[in-house]
Nanobody, 121 residues
Framework: QVHVVESGGGLVQAGDSLRLSCAAS????????VGWYRQAPGKEPEFVAGIGWSTGATYFADSVRGRFTVSRGHAPITLYLQMNSLKSEDTAVYYCAAERNPIPTSHPDFWGQGTQVTVSS
């Protein structure tokens, strides 16, 4: 089994920056992509950004492109999400998720517990 843990959420003001961290452990050989997803109250989870682990290709939702950056850490299956120029509409629970598929999708296989990001205006 794969276990995913994310952290770094908090309460910030619009225009601020925040960095989220993610680490996966367990049967990491089954992981081919790692991504960030978010879920606002009353809405379905949506893809934010991710990396194809073998290819290094990055993917971004249009709503965050140019503001958010995703990167790898030195440890195996470590992922960061650098969020800049945060907006109130970025408020959501952010999840890190690992996938068997090589490209991040909206249906990842292994979810973290989530970390709350709240952006006040």
């Amino acid at each position: 089994q794969v276990h995913v843990v994310e952290s770094g959420g908090g309460l910030v003001q619009a225009g601020d920056s925040l960095r989220l961290s993610c680490a996966a452990s367990g049967s990491i050989s089954s992981i081919n992509a790692v991504g960030w997803y978010r879920q606002a109250p009353g809405k379905e989870p949506e893809f934010v950004a991710g990396i194809g682990w073998s290819t290094g290709a990055t993917y971004f939702a249009d709503s965050v492109r140019g503001r958010f950056t995703v990167s790898r850490g030195h440890a195996p299956i470590t992922l960061y999400l650098q969020m800049n120029s945060l907006k109130s509409e970025d408020t959501a629970v952010y999840y890190c998720a690992a996938e068997r598929n090589p490209i991040p999708t909206s249906h990842p296989d292994f979810w973290g517990q989530g970390t709350q990001v709240t952006v006040s205006s």
